[in-house]
């Protein structure tokens, strides 16, 4: 019997799911961003993963996701971020990281919104971009850390989270939450992932039971996570907790109707069919 190939984001923000999902007796993992996982998931490499929503969605004849793991937010999320040195309103170039798919796609959706249409391009990097560029989208550990690294101190409130900071040669520098725009304009949740195979293979419900029990100990014990986290990310223990606390792992309700608004505005058909597991 082959072993079963989990993909797993190497993003902070999944480490809840799987810091205490061990590899071995059937399961191993293959790590990777997004758009790794997403390509691999449809060809094959892997045989349930992490998968953009917005890949998802474009993809659904042939992906069906678990009916309760998302990576979702209500509200901001910390790191799906548009950092840029002129206003949103005249945004003209943007660098779009490659890590992703839905956020480009949610960025894409609220600029269109504002009637806004700037020019896009796929490039990887960090705010030494903003040298060639209005403003550039990162997602992930690469948002969070470069996000902490704009803060000069933790701040006692969540109300008190700057999104505006003096860049290089003492320059305005904005911060755009993109979970954060999305609820001021729906209310709703914003699912960013959820967790699907191909519809060929259902999944086996022992690897959902060990995932389920993984996340159950991931969130009750989201201290030592976080800890390890913030360590290997060089990022301070309460920001790490508090980011990691703050996501919606369970794709409740909320999230499932945040997820059918976002195929709506995007002109996609939501399914609404969760694998009976
Ligand atoms: C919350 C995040 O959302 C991520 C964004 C994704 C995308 O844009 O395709 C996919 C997986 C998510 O983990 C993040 O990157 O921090």
Same mark, same amino acid.
């Given at each position: 019997?082959? =072993?079963?190939?989990? $993909?797993?984001?190497?993003?902070?923000?999944?480490?809840?799911?799987? %810091?205490?999902?061990?590899?071995?007796?059937?399961?191993?993992? &293959?790590?990777?961003?997004?758009?790794?996982?997403?390509?691999?998931?449809?060809? $094959?490499?892997?045989?349930?993963?992490? /998968?953009?929503?917005?890949?998802?969605?474009?993809?659904?004849? &042939?992906?069906?996701?678990?009916? =309760?793991?998302?990576?979702? =937010?209500? $509200?901001?999320?910390?790191?799906?971020?548009?950092? %840029?040195?002129?206003? *949103?309103?005249?945004?003209?170039?943007?660098? +779009?990281?490659?890590?992703?798919?839905?956020?480009?796609?949610?960025?894409?959706?609220?600029?269109?919104?504002?009637? +806004?249409?700037?020019?896009?391009?796929?490039?990887?990097?960090?705010?030494?971009?903003?040298?060639?560029?209005?403003? /550039?989208?990162?997602?992930?550990?690469?948002?969070?850390?470069?996000?902490?690294?704009?803060?000069?101190?933790?701040?006692?409130?969540? %109300?008190?989270?700057?999104?505006?900071?003096?860049?290089?040669?003492?320059?305005?520098? *904005?911060?755009?939450?993109?979970?954060?725009?999305?609820?001021? &304009?729906?209310?709703?949740?914003?699912?960013?992932?959820?967790?699907?195979?191909?519809?060929?293979?259902?999944?086996?419900?022992?690897?959902? &039971?060990?995932?389920?029990?993984?996340?159950?100990?991931?969130? $009750?014990?989201?201290?030592?996570?976080?800890?390890?986290?913030?360590?290997?990310?060089?990022?301070?223990?309460?920001?790490?907790?508090?980011?990691?606390?703050?996501?919606?792992? %369970?794709?409740?309700?909320?999230?499932?109707?945040?997820?059918?608004?976002?195929?709506?505005?995007?002109?996609?058909?939501?399914?609404?069919?969760?694998?009976?597991?």
């Amino acid at each position: 019997m082959p =072993d079963y190939v989990l $993909g797993v984001p190497r993003y902070a923000n999944s480490a809840p799911l799987y %810091h205490f999902l061990e590899e071995g007796n059937g399961i191993v993992f &293959r790590y990777g961003v997004p758009t790794e996982l997403n390509r691999w998931l449809l060809e $094959g490499s892997v045989d349930l993963s992490l /998968v953009s929503s917005y890949f998802y969605l474009a993809n659904a004849e &042939r992906l069906r996701p678990l009916p =309760d793991f998302s990576i979702a =937010d209500l $509200g901001p999320v910390y790191s799906v971020n548009l950092f %840029h040195t002129r206003p *949103w309103q005249a945004l003209r170039r943007i660098a +779009l990281t490659t890590e992703s798919a839905t956020s480009v796609r949610l960025l894409q959706y609220l600029l269109e919104s504002d009637s +806004l249409s700037p020019e896009y391009t796929r490039e990887q990097g960090g705010l030494e971009l903003l040298e060639r560029y209005d403003g /550039v989208l990162l997602i992930g550990d690469r948002a969070i850390t470069t996000y902490a690294g704009l803060l000069q101190h933790i701040p006692e409130s969540v %109300h008190q989270v700057p999104r505006q900071f003096t860049g290089p040669q003492g320059s305005p520098l *904005w911060v755009s939450d993109l979970s954060m725009r999305w609820y001021e &304009r729906t209310r709703l949740p914003f699912v960013f992932a959820v967790w699907a195979t191909r519809r060929s293979e259902p999944p086996p419900p022992e690897v959902v &039971r060990r995932l389920r029990a993984a996340r159950s100990l991931g969130l $009750g014990n989201l201290a030592a996570v976080a800890g390890t986290e913030a360590q290997r990310l060089g990022v301070p223990e309460r920001l790490m907790q508090h980011y990691l606390w703050n996501f919606r792992y %369970h794709l409740e309700a909320p999230d499932r109707l945040g997820l059918e608004t976002f195929a709506r505005a995007v002109g996609l058909a939501y399914p609404g069919d969760y694998w009976d597991v």
